[in-house]
């Protein structure tokens, strides 16, 4: 069955200092993958998405994610973090007609 | 200009009353989406209409019923609140109804049954 698991619920860096967030995925088939931010007291955003037509992938705001298949991984990253970062980060993947959310991710950056 | 729009940001509300949510969207997209988030951040689907015809009905009691009125609309009435309704509900839409087209998200609205 499609499902997406996040390793860590809360994560903190400092300001300046590389973002990575994890998630790896279960899938029978080629996954749709996406990467969605919430910030507080917001809706969710789309950060960037995979569909298989490149392994590395940018998106808004600097990140970018690698899908790895030897590892069934879409990790997210970002050089530098800034202060605007901080917010909920959704590993999401689909099953059929439906998004399937991840636990999420807390990212605090830290001045 | 609001893409996805909900109304109330916020409900409070007793137990046993009935509530609206109302959702409208200015995108021009044909398919809109109820989600639940609960305490814990975990958000899932409830239901999706494509051209006002319902194509996700997921495991949700049927006190639960959605209206589509037309394509730049869906709203969400819940009879008879519980305590376990308490969440926030996001609506979304997107171009297509195939799933790995983007979904653009309201700002939520805050329900708590007291």
Same mark, same amino acid.
């Given at each position: @069955?499609?499902?997406? *698991?996040?390793?860590?619920?809360?994560?903190?860096?400092?300001?300046? @200092?590389?973002?990575?967030?994890?998630?790896? =995925?279960?899938?029978?088939?080629?996954?749709?993958?996406?990467? =969605?931010?919430? =910030?507080?007291? %917001?809706?969710?955003?789309?950060?960037? /998405?995979?569909?298989?037509?490149? *392994?590395?992938?940018? +998106? &808004?705001?600097? #990140?970018? @994610?690698?899908?790895? $298949?030897?590892?069934?991984?879409?990790?997210? *990253?970002?050089?530098?973090?800034?202060?605007?970062?901080?917010?909920?980060?959704?590993?999401?993947?689909?099953?059929g007609d439906k998004? &399937?959310?991840?636990?999420?991710?807390?990212?605090?950056?830290?001045? | 200009?609001?893409?996805?729009? %909900?109304?109330?940001?916020?409900?409070?509300? %007793? !137990?046993?009353?009935?509530?609206? &949510?109302?959702?409208?969207?200015?995108?021009?997209?044909?398919t809109m989406y109820?989600?639940?988030?609960?305490? /814990? /951040?975990?958000? /899932? &689907? !409830?239901f999706s209409y494509n051209n006002k015809e319902l194509i996700i009905n997921? *495991?949700?009691?049927?006190?639960?019923?959605? $209206?589509s009125?037309?394509?730049?609309?869906?709203?969400?009435?819940?009879?008879?609140?519980?305590? +376990?309704?308490?969440?926030? =509900?996001?609506?979304?839409?997107?171009?297509?109804a195939?799933?790995?087209?983007? %979904?653009? #998200? +309201?700002?939520?609205?805050?329900?708590?049954?007291?």
């Open positions: @069955a499609q499902s997406v *698991t996040q390793l860590g619920s809360h994560v903190s860096v400092s300001e300046g @200092a590389l973002v990575l967030l994890r998630c790896n =995925y279960s899938s029978s088939v080629p996954p749709y993958l996406f990467w =969605y931010v919430q =910030y507080p007291n %917001q809706g969710l955003q789309l950060l960037l /998405k995979y569909t298989s037509a490149a *392994t590395l992938v940018k +998106g &808004i705001n600097g #990140f970018e @994610a690698e899908f790895k $298949k030897s590892e069934t991984s879409f990790h997210l *990253t970002k050089p530098s973090a800034h202060m605007s970062d901080a917010a909920e980060y959704f590993c999401v993947t689909r099953k998004l &399937i959310f991840g636990t999420g991710t807390r990212l605090q950056v830290f001045p | 200009d609001t893409a996805v729009s %909900q109304t109330p940001k916020y409900l409070v509300t %007793q !137990m046993g009353n009935d509530k609206s &949510i109302k959702c409208e969207q200015n995108l021009g997209h044909d109820w989600y639940k988030q609960d305490s /814990k /951040k975990f958000l /899932k &689907i !409830m997921e *495991t949700v009691p049927n006190r639960f019923s959605p $209206k009125p037309d394509k730049a609309h869906l709203n969400l009435h819940i009879n008879s609140l519980e305590l +376990g309704d308490s969440a926030v =509900y996001f609506c979304a839409s997107s171009q297509g195939h799933s790995s087209y983007e %979904q653009y #998200f +309201g700002p939520g609205t805050r329900l708590t049954v007291t």
